[in-house]
T-cell receptor, first 114, second 114 residues
């Protein structure tokens, strides 16, 4: 069975600084997708970034980038130039090609301080 | 193009009552997923439906829970004889196809059982 682990329940960062959120996962499949979702206090789940396992190049979306280490089964999220609006719960998720479900980690609560 | 619509946003039920949660997917989406989020936890997959069919219900409790996605109208997650442990946020997501596409989430329904 696939698993996703986020070992940092809480993190904080000063505005304009850079922060990295960690995620490790386990799957027996060779092809899958990895995601980072953001959940602000409104509870809306917002897709931040997506990585396809067969692509070696790390995905980037503006201030958000990932460090995908397939052999180590690691998928960290780097947020550059942190903004107050980045304050939210961040979830790492895995989707295998054999199924359509997302498996989520337990989340990391990120607080950006002014 | 309206996003995924869930209603109600908040639902209070007494123990033993029935809870009905509704999800209208994005226009053009025929794949619907339900997830449950217990307090301080990540989202857990419950069921995946495609119009009129249940594709994967492996995450849904065998008793008291059921889901449907009729040809016309929203998807319904039904919980019979609710218990305190059913209190959670229930999220619906929809996509245009099964794989290799983004799933869009609704804002969730927070169920409180008193």
């Amino acid at each position: 069975a696939q698993t996703v682990t986020q070992s940092q329940p809480e993190m904080s960062v000063q505005e304009a600084e850079t922060v990295t959120l960690s995620c490790t996962y386990d799957t027996s499949e060779s092809n899958y997708y990895l995601f980072w979702y953001k959940q602000p206090p409104s509870r809306q789940m917002i897709l931040v970034i997506r990585q396809e396992a067969y692509k070696q190049q790390n995905a980037t979306e503006n201030r958000f980038s990932v460090n995908f280490q397939k052999a180590a089964k690691s998928f960290s999220l780097k947020i550059s130039d942190s903004q107050l609006g980045d304050t939210a719960m961040y979830f790492c998720a895995l989707e295998e090609t054999s199924g359509s479900r997302l498996t989520f980690g337990e989340g990391t609560q990120l607080t950006v301080n002014p | 193009n309206a996003g995924v619509m869930q209603n109600p946003r908040h639902l209070v039920r007494r123990r033993g009552q029935e809870a009905r949660l509704r999800c209208s997917p994005m226009k053009g989406h025929s794949h619907v997923y339900w997830y449950r989020q217990l307090p301080e936890e990540g989202l857990k997959f419950m069921v995946y439906l495609q119009k009129e069919n249940i594709i994967d219900e492996s995450g849904m409790p065998k008793e008291r829970f059921s889901a449907e996605f009729p040809k016309e109208g929203p998807s319904i997650l039904r919980i019979q004889q609710v218990v305190r442990g059913d209190s959670a946020a229930y999220f619906c997501a929809s996509s245009s196809r099964r794989w290799d596409t983004e799933a869009f989430f609704g804002q969730g329904t927070r169920l409180t059982v008193v």
